[in-house]
């Protein structure tokens, strides 16, 4: 019997680990799971290197097994494990990238994104009132969300709770980042999964990722939003399964 492949999942901005917790038991009959938050991957101190603190820290945590890693990542998180993949391809098997982008950022070169003033006016408005940015930010996430009151209360709880440095450095990263060139080079093989209705990162991005990656597929859920690890785990898990088998075989 083969081994049951290494799975980390790696949420959002402004997510816990818990917030991958249902897609987690959906695909523990198949893989290794495990989840870890950009707070967990974040440090205040930087290394000299041209890898972002969450990179550096997600290497130094799949070097700890000493195996190839298949890693799940959504949005932020996904951006993450793409970054990690481009410089550190002897540490990853494939990738999984849920609601994610090379760029968050929007410019002349790049329209699937966040305008550079929305962007801005967020990260001025998250150090004055960080609650009113995250209740805005988690609105936008929960599309077509039954409950959602309930739901986003909850989930603003647990924002507020998390580092504010890291969230503030979790905004610079997005405002900053562009993985296009190195997408380019990433020659593993990429799974590619985007709600259609995704006001936050639109599926456009998706698309743009699977021209620019060489061997990558796209998943376009109908009817959902940025939110599919906690709106549509079954769905995807089952989808990240198919993957994972067709990687292995």
């Given at each position: 019997m083969k081994e049951l492949p290494r799975l980390i999942l790696i949420p959002g901005w402004a997510?816990?680990?818990s917030a991958m917790e249902d897609l987690r038991k959906h695909l523990e009959d198949t893989a290794n799971v495990s989840s870890i938050s950009t707070g967990d991957l974040w440090s205040a101190n930087k290394e000299a290197s041209f890898q972002s603190p969450y990179a550096q820290n997600l290497v130094k945590l799949i070097k700890k097994t000493?195996?190839?890693v298949f890693i799940a990542g959504w949005s932020l998180g996904g951006m993450i494990a793409l970054e990690t993949a481009a410089h550190q391809p002897d540490l990853v098997a494939g990738l999984v990238l849920i609601s994610?982008?090379?760029?968050?950022?929007?410019?002349?070169?790049?329209?699937a994104g966040?305008?550079?003033?929305?962007?801005?006016?967020?990260?001025?408005?998250?150090?004055?009132?960080?609650?009113?940015?995250?209740r805005q930010f988690f609105k936008n996430v929960a599309?077509?969300?039954?409950?959602?009151?309930?739901?986003?209360?909850?989930?603003?709880?647990?924002?507020?709770?998390?580092?504010?440095?890291?969230?503030?450095?979790g905004l610079e990263y997005l405002s900053g980042t562009d993985l296009r060139n190195e997408a380019t080079k990433v020659n593993i093989p990429v799974l590619i999964l985007h709600g259609k209705q995704d006001v936050i990162?639109?599926?456009?991005?998706?698309?743009?990722?699977?021209?620019?990656?060489?061997?990558?597929k796209i998943h376009v859920y109908d009817n959902y939003g940025h939110g599919l690890p906690w709106q549509n785990p079954r769905a995807i898990a089952e989808d990240i399964k198919e993957f994972l088998k067709e990687c292995r075989n």
């Open positions: 997510h816990d680990a000493g195996d190839r994610s982008t090379a760029k968050f950022r929007a410019d002349k070169s790049w329209t966040v305008t550079t003033g929305a962007l801005r006016a967020m990260k001025t408005m998250f150090k004055s009132d960080p609650r009113g940015v995250l599309f077509r969300l039954e409950g959602k009151n309930e739901t986003l209360a909850l989930k603003i709880e647990k924002a507020c709770a998390m580092n504010p440095l890291e969230l503030s450095a990162i639109p599926v456009e991005a998706g698309m743009a990722l699977k021209n620019m990656l060489p061997v990558s």
